[in-house]
């Protein structure tokens, strides 16, 4: 597979940087929502449980984001390093189209595949 060429490289870092600047707001807009949810007799038992059933999304979803955020900072890191397009498992390149797709991944389609079949 070829190399990523520094056009690409730029345009993979300008969306790494939009997809930070969008799941750090995420995670800042989920924030409420995961507070606990506060036992008061004005709120009936199945508003209860709905506001529940809410926080606990909200709390998935953030952690979701906050996963990807870490993958963001990996990938930024790989960028300095020079690394940024290598998959961490088989050193072949991730390559582009892929990226394009999830900036942030860390493993070839080969490798991600891999590891989702023995989960």
Same mark, same amino acid.
């Given at each position: 597979?070829?190399?990523? *060429?520094? @056009?690409?490289?730029?345009? @993979?870092?300008?969306?790494?940087? $939009?997809?930070?600047?969008? @799941?750090?707001?995420?995670?800042?807009?989920?924030? #409420?929502? *995961?507070? =606990?949810?506060? =036992?008061? &007799? $004005?709120?009936?038992?199945?508003?209860?449980?709905? $506001?529940? %059933?809410? %926080?606990?999304?909200?709390? +998935?979803?953030?952690? &979701?984001a906050?996963?990807? @955020? %870490?993958?963001? +900072?990996?990938a930024?890191?790989?960028?300095? #390093?020079? *690394?940024?397009? #290598? /998959? $961490?498992? /088989?050193?072949?390149?991730?390559?582009? =189209?892929?990226?394009?797709?999830?900036? #942030?991944?860390?493993?070839?389609?080969?490798? %991600? *595949?891999?590891?989702?079949?023995? &989960?």
């Amino acid at each position: 597979m070829d190399e990523l *060429t520094p @056009l690409q490289i730029k345009e @993979l870092k300008d969306a790494l940087r $939009a997809l930070r600047r969008e @799941l750090a707001a995420i995670e800042d807009g989920l924030e #409420e929502g *995961t507070r =606990p949810v506060e =036992p008061d &007799s $004005a709120i009936g038992r199945i508003s209860r449980m709905d $506001a529940m %059933q809410v %926080q606990q999304l909200a709390q +998935a979803s953030r952690r &979701s984001a906050r996963r990807r @955020l %870490q993958q963001v +900072a990996g990938a930024m890191q790989r960028l300095e #390093e020079g *690394t940024y397009g #290598e /998959c $961490a498992d /088989c050193a072949d390149d991730i390559g582009y =189209p892929r990226l394009r797709a999830r900036p #942030e991944a860390p493993f070839c389609l080969d490798c %991600q *595949t891999r590891r989702e079949v023995k &989960s």
